[in-house]
C-alpha cells in the first residue's frame, strides 16, 4: 500500500511533515537528513528538487537551491541517491520540484524512477489541474504515485471539491497569500480559513503550509487540520553554525513537537 | 484558426497557464475582466481616445529614402519610438491599466528590461494616480540608468533584483513572487506576449494595432496593403507580435523576428532562444526557453537589455513551428553598426532592442519593387551611453 495512505490511515492528527532541499548544504546531505529525519518524530519526509527559477519560494528556498545546483544536484542525481533509501527509512515519502526539469527529465520515466526508489507521492506546484487530468495522470497512477495537489484561502468551494476528486494524497493547504518562508502570524483570518477549509470535510487529508516555522503556528494548524509542512524554518536551522547537522535536526524537531 | 489561441490558453500546443495554484483566482479574474472590455464600447472609445491624445496615435509609417537607396528596396519604417515615452509598450499598458480599473486593483507592478515597459507602466500609473511598482534586475539598473529616473520621476518604485543574471527573467520570477503576496488588491502588468494564459493573449490584442496601422497607411502610401516584409526584433515578442498580427493569415507577407544572438549563437553568452532553446515551461508559460540538459534554465546574455531573455512569447513558439516566421538573430555587434548606420541615412537614433531588427538587412536579399517595413518599436535615448562608449573603440 502507498505508505501516505498507510500513515494517514493510522495517523490523523497533528502529522509533522518537513520539507529539505535536496544536494543542500553539500551534495550528499540528502541521505544524511533522511537518516535523521527517520530518527525522529517526523512522519513524512517531502524532499525537494532545485529548481533555477523557483517561483512560488522566497529567498531561503531560493538559496538553498542555488547552492544544491551549485553542488551538482539533479534529479538524475537525486534518483541515484534515493536508489537504496527504503533501507534507510519506512516513512512516506514525497518529491516536490517545478514542471520543467521534471518534463525534460521525462515525466513517465520520472514516476517510475520515483516509484522504484520507494517515493509515495508528488507535489508540482506549477502543474495545473487540468494539465494533469489530461496529459499526465496515467503516468501517476500505473506507478502508485500520490498527486499532491495545493490550494489557498481563496480558493472557491467548487474548484476545491474538483481538486479533492482528482488528488489522491494529502492537499496541501497554503495558509495565506505569499511565497515560502514568510513568518505567518496566525490571527483570526489565518484560524478562519483553516476552519473554513476544515468544515468542508474534503476527502483527502489537508496539511497546512508556507510560513508555518515554529512550535506555535505548529500546534495551530493542527486543530484545524491533519497536520503542518515546515519547509524554510528547518532549511534555515540546518546551518546552525555551531552544531552538527544531526544536531540541529534533532534539536528543531524536539523544538516543534515541544 | 490557425493562429488563434484555443479555450484553453493554447496556440498549437504552447501557452497554457503552468501556475501555482495561488494565482489561479487572478488569472481566472483577469481573464473575464478582459472577454468583458474587449467588446464594450465605451472602453474602447475611452482608449481610442488616449491612444490619439496621449500617446500619439497612430504613429508615422516614414519611407526611409535614404536607407532604401542604400539597400535598393522600399523600406519603411513603422515609428514606434514617437510613441508617449518612447517604445511600443504604452499600447500595452494604457490598455492593461484600464483592465487593472475594471478590477479595482489598487497596486500596480511590473517587471522591465530596458526599462521602456517600466516607463510606460510608470506613466499609466500615475495617469490613473495608482500606486506603482517596477522590479528591474541589478544589470539592468546599471545600464538603463535613465530609465530608472524617468521611473522615479513618474512616481513608481523601482526595486532592484539581485538574483540570477540580475536581469529580465529574475525581474519577472519576483514580479510573479510580488503577485501571489498580494493577490487581492494587485495587477501584474506584464511587459510582453509571456507568461500564463491569459496574458500572451491580452498584450497580442493590445499591440497588435500596430500591423492594422500599417495595413492602413501601406494602402494609402503605395495602393497595397500588404508589405512584401515586415522584420521586427524580438525579446518577449510583443512588438514583433503586434506588427504580424494583423498579416498573419496573409500568407505571401514574408514575416522576419529577429532574436538577440549577444557575442554569437555558439558563444554560450547569447539570447537567441529559437537557436539554443528547446519546449519547456518558463513564467507559467509552455515555449521555447534556454536551459540546460536538466531543465535549469540558463542566463541569457545580449547587449540590448529587452532582448536579454532566455523565453519567447508562446505565439511565437508556435508560429516557429508552423514555419509562418522566419526566426533570425543578430550579434551585439551586428546591432551597432545597423544602428550607426541608421543614424547616419535617417538622423533617427532607434533603441538597442529596434537596431537588431535593421540588422537583418544585410542578411534578406530585398527586390528593388519589393516593399519592407521594419518595426522600429523604441528610441535609443536610454542607450546613449552604450553608442557613445562603443563609437570610440
Ligand atoms: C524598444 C524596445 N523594443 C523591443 C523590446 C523587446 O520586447 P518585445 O519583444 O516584447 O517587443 C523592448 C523591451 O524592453 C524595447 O524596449
Given amino acids: ?258 | 484558426m490557425k493562429y488563434e489561441i484555443d479555450e484553453f490558453g493554447y496556440y498549437g500546443e504552447f501557452g497554457g497557464a503552468y501556475i501555482p495554484e495561488l494565482l489561479y483566482n487572478n488569472l481566472h479574474q483577469l481573464k473575464a475582466a478582459y472577454k468583458e472590455i474587449a467588446t464594450d464600447e465605451t472602453f474602447i472609445g475611452t482608449l481610442n481616445e488616449l491612444l490619439t491624445d496621449y500617446v500619439g496615435r497612430p504613429s508615422p509609417l516614414y519611407y526611409a529614402k535614404r536607407l532604401s537607396e542604400h539597400y535598393q528596396t522600399n523600406i519603411y519604417l513603422k515609428r514606434e519610438d514617437l510613441n508617449h515615452t518612447g517604445a511600443h509598450k504604452i499600447n500595452n499598458t494604457i490598455g492593461q491599466i484600464f483592465l487593472a480599473q475594471r478590477m479595482r486593483k489598487k497596486r500596480i507592478i511590473a517587471e522591465t528590461g530596458a526599462g521602456q515597459h517600466g516607463v510606460a507602466t510608470a506613466t499609466v500609473c500615475a495617469l490613473m494616480g495608482l500606486e506603482c511598482i517596477v522590479y528591474m534586475g541589478a544589470t539592468d539598473i546599471e545600464r538603463q540608468q535613465p530609465n530608472v529616473d524617468r521611473m522615479q520621476l513618474l512616481g513608481a518604485r523601482v526595486v532592484p533584483v539581485h538574483s540570477g543574471s540580475q536581469t529580465l527573467k529574475d525581474a519577472t520570477n519576483e514580479a510573479i513572487r510580488d503577485w501571489i503576496a498580494h493577490p487581492d488588491d494587485t495587477h501584474y502588468i506584464i511587459g510582453s506576449v509571456v507568461g500564463p494564459d491569459p496574458y500572451p493573449e491580452i498584450v497580442t490584442h493590445f499591440q497588435s494595432i500596430i500591423g492594422k496601422e500599417i495595413a492602413i497607411q501601406l494602402a494609402e502610401k503605395t495602393g497595397n496593403k500588404n508589405p512584401t516584409a515586415i522584420i521586427a526584433c524580438v525579446g518577449g515578442g510583443s512588438n514583433a507580435i503586434g506588427a504580424f498580427h494583423h498579416f498573419l493569415s496573409d500568407e505571401k507577407v514574408a514575416l522576419y523576428a529577429v532574436e538577440g544572438s549577444g557575442e554569437g549563437i555558439y558563444s554560450g553568452r547569447t539570447a537567441a532562444t529559437m537557436v539554443q532553446g528547446k519546449p519547456g515551461i518558463i513564467h507559467g508559460s509552455k515555449t521555447y526557453l534556454m536551459q540546460d540538459g536538466d531543465g535549469q534554465i540558463t542566463e541569457p546574455y545580449c547587449i540590448s537589455a529587452g532582448l536579454d531573455y532566455p523565453g519567447i512569447g508562446p505565439l511565437h513558439a508556435h508560429l516557429f513551428r508552423e514555419k509562418r516566421v522566419h526566426y533570425m538573430h543578430a550579434t551585439d555587434d551586428d546591432a551597432l553598426t545597423a544602428a550607426y548606420q541608421l543614424m547616419k541615412f535617417e538622423g533617427i537614433i532607434p533603441a538597442l532592442e529596434s537596431a537588431h531588427a535593421f540588422a537583418a538587412l544585410k542578411k534578406i536579399k530585398f527586390l528593388q519593387t519589393d516593399t519592407v517595413v521594419i518595426n522600429l518599436s523604441g528610441r535609443g535615448d536610454k542607450d546613449l551611453t552604450t553608442y557613445v562608449n562603443n563609437k570610440q573603440q
Avoid at chain 1, 516509484?115 to 489541474?129: N, S
Avoid at chain 1, 489530461?134 to 499532491?148: G, K, M, S, T, V
Avoid at chain 1, 518562508?181 to 497546512?208: C, D, I, S, Y
Wanted: with cysteine; charged share 20%; glycine share 8%.
Fill in chain 1, 1 to 258: 500500500m502507498n505508505r501516505i495512505k498507510e500513515l494517514f490511515n493510522n495517523k490523523r492528527r497533528d502529522i509533522l511533515t518537513i520539507y529539505f532541499t535536496a544536494g543542500f548544504p553539500t551534495l550528499n546531505s540528502t541521505i544524511e537528513i533522511i537518516k535523521e529525519l527517520d530518527n525522529s518524530e517526523v512522519d513524512m519526509i517531502e524532499i525537494g528538487i532545485p529548481f533555477s527559477d523557483p517561483m512560488a519560494d522566497g529567498v531561503i528556498i531560493q538559496e538553498s537551491n542555488q547552492a544544491a545546483l551549485k553542488n551538482g544536484i539533479s534529479i538524475e542525481r537525486l534518483f541515484l541517491q534515493l536508489k537504496d533509501i527504503r533501507d534507510v527509512t519506512h516513512k512516506p515519502m514525497v518529491l516536490m520540484g517545478y514542471f520543467n526539469p521534471i518534463m525534460q527529465y521525462g515525466a513517465e520515466k520520472f514516476c517510475s524512477v520515483a516509484r522504484k526508489c520507494g517515493v509515495d507521492g508528488i507535489i508540482i506546484p506549477d502543474l495545473p489541474l487540468r494539465e494533469y487530468q489530461a496529459i499526465y495522470r496515467p503516468f501517476f497512477e500505473a506507478n502508485d504515485l500520490a498527486i499532491c495537489f495545493l490550494i489557498t484561502p481563496e480558493t472557491t468551494e467548487e474548484r476545491l471539491r474538483k481538486i479533492d476528486e482528482v488528488n489522491t494524497g494529502f492537499i496541501y493547504l497554503v495558509t495565506s497569500p505569499g511565497v515560502t518562508g514568510r513568518q505567518v502570524q496566525f490571527g483570526h483570518a489565518q484560524t478562519e480559513a483553516l476552519r473554513k477549509v476544515q468544515l468542508l470535510h474534503l476527502k483527502n487529508p489537508v496539511l497546512a503550509g508556507f510560513g508555518i516555522s515554529n512550535n506555535e503556528g505548529y500546534k495551530i494548524v493542527c486543530k484545524y487540520v491533519n497536520g503542518g509542512i515546515i519547509g524554510s524554518g528547518f532549511i534555515s536551522a540546518l546551518n546552525n553554525g555551531k552544531q552538527s547537522i544531526s544536531e540541529n535536526i534533532h534539536q528543531f524537531i524536539k523544538s516543534i513537537k515541544s
